[in-house]
């Protein structure tokens, strides 16, 4: 990037707004993925006009621009797999608007989660999609990955809540999408094109968002299965019981392995462990479903099954799927975390086949996720300076990638494909499918200005 | 259309799937709208590959292609509007796998709503859009206009549940999106790219539908308000007390009136009249959210509230409401159903908006719709064949499509843009949304051959 450019971005945001400060590109040269690259400079930008000219001055002077929120991506995301510019949204930190009455918030992209949670609590109401790095990740983040989280089986992913958007295109035009009524068919759908393309279509400067209220009721039951089989059926049969429990996550035997050496929790080492949730507006409603759900449970051998009795109890039984990311992640020096998602009937299969690849392979693999919605988290554990034992994990990613595709599944179902998942893009998308996307890129993006390297789309 | 491309067509269909007799060309002039355009030949189409045989034709000799399903859209996107080709998809009607276990359900274009429900009702799951026609509409077209119905605002519309489409797209290549998986974050949503797209885009072959299971407790209550904006309040009062209802129909004064012109009903002719229904699992669930719903009914000065204690009694409530749209349709030689959509807060001003574009215009509009949703269905009744009264009403709809645009909605809640509101679109959509939403176009169809004229895209 050359001086006068760096002066010009400068002169966009003010000097106290752009870094080429050494601590600055290194820590923006990486999110929470294994993946790294530094950037040349860093700008905060705080309005869709600044986004306008930063944009346009990247097309004039060819350098990429990969926008950020806060960086708690695990597909490398916001990483600048091509250097130039990182665009960090994070003091568009405002809250524009929250209107209980048309079930709308209004927020600009830096919004942290957490913050637009706290804001609707008083009102009884969530924006549910509910990623497990709620605490630190912005919503802008969320549109950009389609964020998703353990209650996705009944609420749904961001998609689902965003109604509107202001955003502006990789070729610096300026663009809004929908607006604040519930339903619009108006046009093509151009609000859900942007969620989840991953900054490589445009920036969004301002979201309008559904909310929902908050369920007042709540039933909680943990149960632990000796074969893991048999797990995978439970939950195969409670998703068919005519319930959806908000929440149904399933822990495998490393997982709890991992947990027992890591905390007091003393957790039973059996071949998996389920969480269940439900809710409704009644005790009755969270009740009656929680029934079916251990009906299945004990219909497909459980062997213990523990339904919490009070709040503190309940909290009793998140421990151990709560701290499951962090304890994992201390085990190796690397870790990298899969999101492969199966069909509901293929959540058995799925789990049986990671353990025959983790054997194939000799490889460690500690699995969860959120089995409610078919989401599955095989985290690889391994030590990134051993290039054999990488090798052996990339090999095994690989088939892991090919039998969730083969079971009828995706690749990712909350991460992204960002970098991690790029080479794989094929498995899933025929090549008519590929080269649209690759099409609408061109469109919105014709000099490949934003976040170029990611999902597989530089031709 | 030359001869010998009919003979070509014919070659690729059968001759008794290829009519260029004039019954069928006049049978496909029109949909349910007021729009009508002669084709030059229809085909019963039964595959994906005559379908990309047939726009490849298309492509080839440069006649235009109008897909079809029931022909039950009220906006004019079935019409033909330049001619050339209608491609019947009523062939297209196997229900492919249900499976409960995924809670998916795999169809062809030409099911006939009605047909899955049928099918998934002994399992006890439902597909929830719902639209009203659909005792007759396709579920191919329930994707091409994202179809929605009475409860959209608790269920959402068919766009919330497409997991996966076969598409042939303009230019002949044929192209899968998604997959059975609940949730997936792979690539560019290309799937509700096409859902709503009006056969613009590509041609679908094949849906992957996720399927719900069906509540099994209700409550259904009507309320009469002697004032239409404290009717209105109350829905916006409804939609902020914390409870989503599956139902919250309004019917309007003129509607009232009608039903009592053409039924034996009795109903009170006052402004307005609210029906609610609130679901679950267990009765306790459906009643708790409705003595929320009564309380705001009562807040807001209902003369009146009925409260269905028995099935028949809420079949009996909800008589006036399904008698609306064949007794408004009588009353005058034309009507023209509008469906603006505006934020729920803005329910009421958009009620006596109407009031007052009907006074000033001296237009007869009866209004109905879907308040918990903030769709409303404003029907004009006119003669047709009174060219001052036509214009009248002309006039009038653009006062309707600017206020509901002002008032933060949208043209178009669920009935499409297609030939009705095409010259509308630019109210709503900024010119850089209308230019990406062309090159969209140009894209997945470079010649302009899938259902020419429709939506503002021809440039």
Not at 71 to 87: E, F, H, I, K
Not at 195 to 211: D, H, M
Not at 382 to 410: P, S, W
Request: negative net charge.
């Amino acid at each position: 990037m050359r001086p006068e450019t760096k002066d010009q971005l400068r002169s966009i945001v003010g000097e106290a707004n752009f870094s080429d400060q050494l601590i600055d590109l290194v820590s923006y040269s990486s999110d929470a993925s294994e993946h790294a690259h530094r950037p040349q400079a860093a700008v905060w930008a705080d309005s869709a006009e600044e986004i306008q000219a930063i944009v346009g001055l990247a097309n004039a002077e060819g350098f990429p621009v990969t926008v950020r929120g806060a960086g708690t991506g695990l597909s490398g995301l916001s990483v600048p797999a091509q250097g130039g510019l990182v665009l960090d949204l994070g003091r568009m930190d405002k809250i524009l608007d929250i209107s209980i009455g048309d079930r709308v918030a209004v927020v600009q992209p830096g919004v942290v989660y957490a913050s637009l949670e706290k804001a609707l609590a008083p009102h009884g109401y969530v924006f549910p999609p509910d990623p497990a790095s709620g605490k630190a990740c912005t919503l802008g983040g969320n549109v950009g990955t389609n964020a998703g989280g353990v209650k996705g089986a009944k609420y749904g992913t961001t998609r689902d809540y965003v109604l509107g958007l202001s955003v502006v295109l990789g070729d610096g035009r300026l663009m809004k999408t929908g607006n604040r009524a519930m339903k619009s068919v108006s046009g093509f759908d151009l609000t859900r094109l942007f969620v989840g393309s991953e900054g490589a279509l445009g920036i969004v400067t301002e979201i309008i968002l559904k909310i929902s209220p908050k369920p007042l009721a709540t039933a909680t039951t943990l149960a632990i299965f000796d074969d893991l089989e048999d797990a995978g059926r439970a939950v195969s049969g409670v998703m068919a019981s005519g319930v959806i429990p908000s929440v149904l996550e399933i822990l495998g035997r490393e997982t709890l392995k991992a947990i027992n050496q890591n905390t007091e929790l003393n957790l039973p080492e059996v071949d998996a462990m389920l969480l269940a949730e439900t809710d409704g507006y009644t005790q009755g409603e969270a009740d009656y479903q929680m029934e079916r759900v251990v009906e299945q449970f004990s219909a497909h051998n459980a062997r213990e099954v523990k339904r919490a009795e009070s709040a503190s109890q309940a909290a009793e039984l998140w421990k151990a799927r709560k701290s499951c990311y962090a304890v994992l992640a201390r085990l190796r020096p690397n870790f990298t975390l899969e999101d492969i998602t199966v069909p509901m009937s293929q959540v058995a299969p799925m789990l049986r086949g990671v353990q025959d690849i983790a054997a194939r392979h000799q490889v460690q693999i500690a699995t969860f996720g959120h089995a409610g919605d078919g989401n599955l988290h095989p985290q690889f554990l391994y030590d990134g300076a051993d290039q054999d034992e990488r090798g052996r994990v990339e090999a095994a990613a690989g088939d892991l990638f090919q039998l969730a595709v083969d079971l009828g599944g995706t690749l990712t179902g909350e991460h992204g494909i960002g970098l991690s998942k790029a080479a794989y893009m094929t498995l899933e998308h025929d090549p008519v499918a590929m080269d649209l996307m690759r099409s609408i890129k061109k469109v919105c993006d014709p000099n490949n200005i934003l976040n170029p390297g990611k999902m597989a789309l530089d031709v």
